[in-house]
């Protein structure tokens, strides 16, 4: 996720973006829990999946589920993580390189080894600078046949709305499924959120659940950090320990 390097993020021509602090507890999972069990339920198509990630964690908080399932039924999985999130905090010397091993980790565990990992690593908080390079590797990786499965697009982080940006572009010039997932809109955004466009949720195994957990746990960095507050505090985690995860059709 979350490399949140202002603490403030505001994107005015965005309504459903606002100011959030993450520190701060957002819209609570008792609020969701009752709104997302209306959703309908949704598979993606058989076939290959890429997962695009602005930072480490993101594709594991938001799409976890869906790579170990995909993976464990037998689709190539592929992940492009775009940063390295080097700049979730600050005076970290080494932490683009420590989430790099909690990232890999991670895949272990939703893939056994079968996730494909890419890293592009753009600069940490400025993806926004580097879409084209963003946009020629997502084409690169996404063959007609493929299921995109990006952030969303009013997530209220730059990066996540970059990533999002681009990967909607390429879907819609190439003609390929697209579904995106939200991690801090989860915080910050009010459940109106649900009100328009196709909101699906995809079910979760217990076996699915299981792994995605052990896979969070592997971004030590980002839930403890020393001396400071962490990326990822304990009141948003209920958001990605769901029975299902969310995507926007
Ligand atoms: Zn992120």
Known sequence: MPTLPPMLTTVPSLPTTRSFDPAVCGISEETWSPLLARLPEWRPKKGSLLVVAPHPDDETLGAGGLMQAASAAGYPVTLLSVTRGEAAYRMWPGLGALRDRELQASLKILGN??????????????????????????????????????????????????????????????????????????????????????????????????????????????????????????????????GHEVFLL
Request: charge should be positive; include cysteine; proline fraction near 8%.
């Open 113 to 242: 080894g079968r996730i494909a990992l890419h890293s592009l690593g753009l600069p940490d908080g400025r993806v926004s600078q580097h879409e084209n390079a963003l946009a020629r590797a997502v084409r690169f990786h996404s063959p007609a046949t493929t299921t995109l499965i990006a952030p969303y697009e009013f997530d209220g982080h730059p990066d996540h709305e970059s990533v999002a940006r681009v990967c909607l572009d390429v879907a819609a010039e190439r003609g390929i499924a697209i579904g995106r997932y939200p991690i801090w809109a989860w915080h910050h955004t009010q459940p109106k959120l649900l009100q328009a466009g196709r909101w699906v949720r995809f079910h979760l195994s217990l076996r699915a659940q299981l792994q995605k957990a052990e896979a969070i746990r592997c971004f030590a960095s980002q839930l403890h950090a020393p001396a400071r507050e962490p990326i990822l505090p304990a009141h948003v985690l209920p958001y990605f320990h769901r």
